[in-house]
């Protein structure tokens, strides 16, 4: 887990953290904390909120994976849980979707925390950057774009994060605009 702690003068530190508690209780004073895993699971439907994000994301939809049912959350293994979304909504569940099972978990045990709230880096970045942002996040010029708007909003990264410096650079950037974001 990677987080990006701001306040109104801009950058505070980065954070590591083997799990979602410990990151929680690394940031113990904060007002807000974004996460970007989806919460607020439906126990039947696809969520309106991803199919939203995705009819906003013109050009990056894909960024966008359906949030998986809640009773999907106990499945063991990726067949058991493509089967239960199935039952319900009659669509299969992302491989991606299943790989976040582990940090969904984490961050539902926490949600009666208000100070948690979900947020798509993809979607704050364009509002941050009044605009799509051209490049893929994996990408040289996608990271500077993404970079650049952060300065634009306040949120200029140092150079060195101490633990944090061995965080791949696209999750920096995505835990950066999700503080600028609840900020």
Known sequence: WVAIELDDSGFVRALCAASFGELLSGCADARHIGVDIPIGLTDASPRTADQAARDFLVGKASSVFNAPVRAALVANTYDEAQAIPRRHTGKGLSRQSY???????????????????????????????????AHSKHSWGGSQQRRDALERGGVLLPNSLGDADVVPVDDVLDAAVVAWTAR
Do not use: M, Q, W, Y
């Open 99 to 133: 790989g976040l099972f582990e940090k969904i978990r984490e961050v539902d045990a926490h949600k009666s925390d208000t100070r948690i709230f979900e947020a798509h880096p993809e979607l704050c970045f364009r509002h941050l950057n009044g605009g799509p942002i």
